[in-house]
C-alpha cells in the first residue's frame, strides 16, 4: 500500500539527510538534548541496542540497553528525532538474530558479543556526507584566491634581508667602539707605567 503524498512531503520536511544505518549489537553513545528550567544540555546514554524496529522513515526506532548500578535499563529512541543531537558507534559485534532480548537474562561473561572489525562512526544532525560539485568548486576558488602569491613571498624575503643587514651594521659598529675603548685603555696604562718609571 503506497503512502499518501501529502504525508511523505510533510514527513520529508522532518527526515534527517544522514539517517545513521544501526543495527542489533552495535554498541552506541546516544546525545541527547535535555531541557530543564529554560536551559538545554546534552545527556549522554551509552549501551547495546538490542533492536531495531520500523525503517529509515519517520516510524524507526531503536532500543538501547546498558547496565547501570547492577540494574538494566533500556531507552527507546526515535530514529529522526531532533532531541537527538548526535550518534556514535562505538563498536559493533557479531550477531545472529534481529532482537537480541537473550541479552536481558544473561550477566557477565555470558552477556559478552564477539566484536566485529567494523570501524568506529558518528552522525551528527546537519553533518553532510557528501559536498556538492558547486560547493567543492567555490572552496577550490576561495583557497586559491587567499593562498598568498609569489610577490608576497619576495616582498617578506626582501623585508628580512633589511633587517638581517642592519642587525649585521649595528654589530659592527658596535664592535669597532669597544676596540676603540680597548686601545685607549692600553694607552692610558702604557702612561701610567712611564710615569712610575720616570718617578723612580
Known sequence: MSKNPMISLVESKHLKKNAPVLKPGDVVRVHQRIVEAGKERIQVFEGLIISVSGSKGMDGSFAVRRIASGVGVERI????????????????????????????????????????????????????LEEPEDEKADDIENDEADAPKDDDFETVAEVANDESSTQDDNEVSEAEEKTDEEVIETDEVKEDQKKSIDKE
Request: without cysteine; glycine residues 4%.
Open 77 to 128: 529512541f526515535a530514529l529522526h528525532s531532533p532531541k537527538i543531537a548526535k550518534i556514535e558507534r562505538v563498536k559493533s559485534s557479531r550477531v545472529r538474530r534481529a532482537k537480541l532480548y537473550y541479552i536481558r537474562e544473561l550477566t557477565g561473561r555470558k552477556a559478552r558479543l564477539k566484536a566485529n572489525s567494523l570501524k568506529s562512526e558518528a552522525w551528527e544532525e546537519g553533518m553532510m
